[in-house]
């Protein structure tokens, strides 16, 4: 206990003291973590062998983290983007493993090590990118688009890659007991790891085989579609906020758990199960309860990368090293530039493209580590790769800032115009969808508003969900949920929930996180509306007035109004109180015994008076108000007119 | 009112003419019901705010439900020496807000009346997109009647209150415009007669006699 409690202190004291720094220093929070990672592995040596092992746990967060990318991603949009994936995927893999396997080989190495090596650089590191590409905002680009073909390609060609690893074996190799990493063989591939014996499918004949992927992988999509939705509107309907994440949990790794099963990515498998769930009201609650998870091991991941490097071989091959890590670099920097071009990203987005996927990846070290236990690659010539993987990552967030600080610079005004187009779409986040959310939502989506709708009535969304609307479950003053639904992009925030303290808290969460996003609300009364003005609302009506002035119109007219003088009536009305609102703000104060604010009571009583005078008087402001431009001129007033002769200017 | 306007976003900005020191001072009071739609209006409407020393009012955009504010309507016009009704023309007259606003703002002893000097000396003209062919507003044509004529009530309220009249600035066959490639140059002229006007290189004598403000530019425009 004491051992893991002291591990766990020193991984996230490193993390919580390195990351911010890095951050701040604007090298974005993965060199942050592998330095922090390098600080206590080699450099100060307070953890030590444990972090391989600590690695392949680790690895699960990317598992998670293509879960959270499914999600973002409707099936359609997965289809739209088929020919990148196989294209652009397709080419990248292809063409690199054969480059990196043709130097291998001028290098002298004999060309089944070379194909290992190949496929092992052709990957990039799906972790370091998409999380950097968050990060930094650039997923929405075409950059940043094609970026995730790739590596969605890579990751699903991870699976036959492990299939064709075996076959490379080197006899002289074979049986010279390299096998003692049997567990090295990461969950994150879901390669066939025979000595444990967790395969369901070792033994089967091929058609068998792909029988069971076929069962699975319809398993996944199917049960992803009919078989969770009820189940999470069963656990939502209980209200525990912890047995929904923990539900939520418990899918991913279900699914993870099957595909390894059935020698499948796991990564693919969630991936998978996050498309299914991307249309599904739980989407948002989902990724709010999966991404901590997610960040936390993922950066844990990167302290282990950054951990386990061995600078004893580095500096006796220092220059080695290097020259491979910035030689395959190159050469894959080179045949991405070319993909570029051929598929024409645009000036920029090329670059980005180039430079983010120019590493070599996570699933590089478990391709390596399977290639040893299958006794292709010598070990000493592993120690050297994995080398040159991990500084070949370590070198990424560098390619990113120069990305950022070069390129982005050089791209110029053009772009500005486009990412205004984008701006006025602009969504708008609406908590609460009760009977006063619908209408606003009803009213937005017939403008070609595109909203998100948060409710916490999981029967509520349920409902809307079959009449249309689109809405999603959450509770949308948790923040992390409010994150989810995208509130940072978001134009307008309106809160239209029913319970009046956390509206105020709210409000007030909402403006000091994210004050570009304005916010309007529902008060309850004028105590309510001065909360929220107080907490820094930029609208706010309260629920009842407009329905009270249109019933109390309808009122007058019932009693033989003229229609027009009543309209004219209930903007005079109107005006005069919400004058009236502005004075007495001022005086107000959150005490919400209103009879102890003796000056706000004067001032209510005076507005009371003036407000009848207002009503009744024929002259003065209900003059203004209701008479002002339609009184006739004064009689005899065409005398005047004729005594004068302003034609003659 | 005000942070609803604010919201809403609909306000045309609005260059401060008061901070620069032209010889004239602008107001422009935009009326267009559905600007979304315009092919015409808007971009003369865009033009005058990109101007500097001209104050653009998206009528419709400033009072939604009609509800005009008479005070700041004449403050706006005591602070101009130069009031623009920039409209499409429907039937032969201004939108239903620019009639109200006459209603409301021009009152009795502000503007008319033997107290009413406030707009003594101003100019006034209507900027108008009509539909119809220039051919079309003449006696033989089907409008019957010059486009002068059909604004003779607007042409009486600016002699009523004191105004220099000036001939409308017009554009015939708007619908048709667009395509056959008019408006540059329709924006040009509005642009050159607004910085003339502003910089006082506009004869105003020889255009007030104008069938159109934009007859014969060349002719009542100098040299700055």
């Excluded at chain 1, 009820?230 to 949990?249: D, K, V």
Aim: with cysteine; hydrophobic share 50%.
């Amino acid at each position: 206990m004491e051992g893991f409690l002291f591990q766990a202190f020193v991984y996230l004291c490193a993390a919580v003291i390195a990351v911010p720094i890095a951050k701040r220093l604007g090298l974005g929070s993965v060199l942050g973590y592998l330095i922090a990672g390098i600080l206590i592995g080699p450099v100060i040596g307070l953890v030590g062998s444990e972090t391989r092992e600590l690695q392949h746990f680790a690895e699960f967060g990317v598992v998670m983290m293509l879960f959270l990318v499914g999600l973002e991603l409707e099936p359609r949009m997965l289809w739209e983007m088929r020919a990148r994936l196989l294209g652009l995927g397709g080419l990248q893999v292809g063409i690199t493993t054969t480059l990196i396997g043709i130097a291998a080989s001028l290098l002298g190495v004999q060309w089944s090590i070379a194909l290992a090596i190949g496929l092992i650089f052709s990957l990039s590191s799906t972790a370091i990118v998409l999380q950097t590409l968050n990060e930094k905002g650039l997923t929405k680009t075409e950059g940043g688009r094609a970026s995730f073909s790739v590596l969605l390609f890579q990751d699903i060609a991870v699976i036959p890659m492990l299939a064709l690893i075996p076959l490379l074996a080197l006899p002289e190799l074979a049986g010279s007991g390299l096998v003692e990493s049997a567990h090295d063989a990461a969950a994150l591939g879901g390669e066939p790891n025979a000595q444990h014996g967790t395969s369901l499918v070792e033994g089967l004949p091929g058609w068998g085989y792909a029988l069971v992927v076929l069962g699975a992988v319809a398993f996944v999509v199917l049960g992803g579609h009919f078989l969770c939705r009820p189940m999470f509107r069963y656990i939502a309907g209980s209200r525990l906020r912890e047995i929904f994440t923990a539900s939520a949990l418990l899918l991913v790794i279900g699914i993870a758990l099957l595909m390894t099963l059935v020698d499948l990515s796991p990564a693919l498998g969630t991936f998978l199960a996050g498309v299914v769930l991307a249309n599904s009201e739980f989407r948002h609650e989902l990724e709010s309860d999966i991404e901590p998870f997610k960040g936390l091991l993922l950066g844990l991941f990167f302290i282990t990368v950054g951990a386990g490097i061995d600078f004893g071989v580095l500096f006796a091959d220092f220059g080695k090293v290097l020259g491979l890590t910035l030689g395959v670099m190159a050469l894959k920097g080179i045949v991405l530039f070319a993909l570029a071009r051929l598929f024409r990203l645009a000036p920029g987005d090329d670059w980005l493209f180039t430079l983010g996927l120019a590493q070599a990846g996570e699933f590089g070290f478990v391709l390596l580590s399977f290639s040893i236990q299958n006794s292709v690659v010598p070990p000493d010539l592993s120690k050297i790769l994995a080398l040159v993987v991990a500084l070949s990552m370590m070198l990424t967030p560098a390619f990113f800032i120069i990305y950022e600080k070069l390129i982005l610079p050089r791209r110029g005004g053009g772009d500005e115009k486009q990412a205004d187009a984008i701006d006025e779409k602009g969504t708008v986040v609406i908590a609460g969808i009760g009977r006063y959310g619908q209408i606003v939502n009803r009213l937005l989506v017939a403008s070609d508003v595109s909203t998100v709708v948060l409710d916490h009535e999981a029967a509520m969304i349920e409902t809307l969900r079959k009449i249309g609307i689109k809405s999603y479950f959450g509770d949308a003053t948790r923040p992390d949920l409010l994150h989810a639904a995208g509130i940072e992009s978001a134009k307008l925030f309106v809160i239209a929930i029913d319970d009046r303290e956390r509206a105020v808290q709210l409000v007030e969460h909402v403006r000091r996180h994210y004050p570009q996003v304005k916010i309007l609300a529902r008060a309850f009364d004028v105590n309510h509306l001065y909360l929220l003005k107080q907490a820094g609302v930029d609208f706010a009506v309260r629920e009842t007035f407009d329905a009270a002035l249109g019933l109390g119109a309808e009122a007058l007219k019932a009693l033989g109004h003229h229609p027009f003088r009543v309209e004219k009536m209930t903007q005079a009305f109107r005006l005069h109180d919400e004058e009236g609102l502005e004075q007495m703000y001022e005086l107000w104060d959150e005490n919400p015994d209103f009879s102890r604010n003796r000056a706000l009571l004067a001032r209510a009583r005076e507005h009371g008076a003036s407000l009848k005078e207002a009503m009744t008087s024929d002259r003065l402001q209900l003059h203004d108000r209701t008479e002002r431009g339609w009184t006739p001129p004064p009689k005899g007033y065409n005398n005047e007119l004729r005594e004068e002769d302003p034609a003659g200017l | 009112m005000k942070s609803r306007n604010d919201l809403l976003n609909t306000e045309m900005p609005e260059s401060p003419a008061s901070r620069a020191t032209f010889h004239r001072k602008i107001l422009i009071l935009f009326a267009h019901p559905s600007v979304e739609r315009s092919e015409a209006g808007q971009p003369l409407a865009q033009a005058a705010a990109r101007t500097e020393g001209i104050t653009l009012v998206d009528l419709y955009a400033e009072y939604p439900t009609f509800i005009i504010d008479v005070d700041r309507e004449q403050d706006r016009l005591l602070a101009h020496d130069v009031v623009v009704f920039l409209h499409p023309l429907y039937w032969y007259s201004t939108p239903a807000i620019l009639k109200e606003w006459q209603d409301l703002v021009l009152e009795h002893d502000f503007a008319y009346g033997s107290k009413g000097t406030a707009l003594h000396g101003k100019i006034f003209f209507s900027a108008i997109t009509a539909g119809g062919t220039e051919t079309a507003y003449c006696d033989k044509g089907y409008n019957h009647f010059s486009i002068r004529q059909l604004l003779h009530p607007l042409e009486q309220m600016a002699m009523l209150c004191g105004m220099v009249y000036l001939p409308p600035f017009a554009l015939f066959g708007a619908r048709t415009a667009l395509e056959e490639g008019r408006i540059d140059a329709h924006v040009a002229d509005w642009v050159q007669v607004l910085r003339a006007l502003r910089d006082n290189r506009l004869d105003i004598e020889a255009a007030r006699e104008l069938p159109k403000l934009n007859f014969k530019l060349n002719s009542i425009l100098r040299e700055g």
